[in-house]
Structures are given as C-alpha cells and as structure tokens.
C-alpha cells in the first residue's frame, strides 16, 4: 500500500506561482511511477505531468508545459509540482498519483487515470483573475 499526502495548494493571483508537494509512504519514490493530475469543477480529472526517479525523466501534458515543473526528493520520498504564470483555468483541485514500476527500468508515465493505483486526498488550487 501507499499513501500519499498533498500540500501546498492556496489562493493565488493570476500570473503568481505556487508550489505543491506530495509526500508517499509505504513504498520509496524509486520504486514508483509518480502523477499530478487535476480536477476542475464539471470536468473530468485530467493529466498534468508525471515523474520517474529513476534518471529523472518527467513527462507533462502540452498545456502545462513550459509553466509547470515536477521534480522530486528520494530522500524525503516526496514529488514536487511548480506551477508558474498560473491562470484562472488552472483552478483546480490538485491531485497526486503513484503506480508500482512493473519492471526493472519501468519509466512509462501514463496520462491515464486509471493507470494509477495509488491517489491522494487532493489539495485545491485557486487562480483569481
């Protein structure tokens, strides 16, 4: 089992930065394959970005790109989401997902929720105009 733990989330005015982190437990941040993803009100829950430990490889949707960063910390076992230049579209609440690598050298980053078996409670991003 893993548990994972959002924080960070907040009131933030357009074109102001944010950041938010995940903290996991259970199983070390090597041995998973680590997701954001976001819900707006009435819409589904979309991909933001994810991030492998392993060699650092990240991966991003092509609307976030360039504004959002996901780093990571296998010592402290936490995941990292900067989110800069933020706009009013970006409110949401922000989630955080895990996956067991199935294999050694297992870096594949789905965009799919359902791929993901492991989610956190979420925290909520605020963007005013």
């Known amino acids: 089992q893993v548990q994972l733990v959002e924080s960070g989330g907040g009131l933030v005015q357009g074109g102001g930065s944010l950041s938010l982190s995940c903290s996991a437990s259970?199983?070390?941040?090597?041995?998973?394959?680590m997701g954001w993803f976001r819900q707006a009100p009435g819409k589904e829950r979309e991909f933001v970005g994810g991030?492998?430990?392993?060699?650092?490889?990240?991966a991003y949707s092509d609307s976030m790109k360039g504004r959002f960063t996901i780093s990571g910390d296998n010592a402290k076992n936490q995941v990292y989401l900067q989110m800069n230049s933020l706009k009013p579209e970006d409110t949401a609440v922000y989630y955080c997902?895990?996956?067991?690598?199935?294999?050694?050298?297992?870096?594949?980053?789905?965009?799919?929720?359902?791929?993901?078996?492991?989610w956190g409670q979420g925290t909520q991003v605020t963007v005013s105009s």
């Open positions: 991030f492998v430990w392993s060699g650092g490889r990240t």
């Open positions: 997902a895990a996956r067991p690598r199935r294999y050694i050298g297992d870096s594949w980053i789905p965009p799919e929720n359902r791929a993901y078996d492991f």
């Open positions: 259970g199983r070390t941040l090597s041995s998973l394959i």
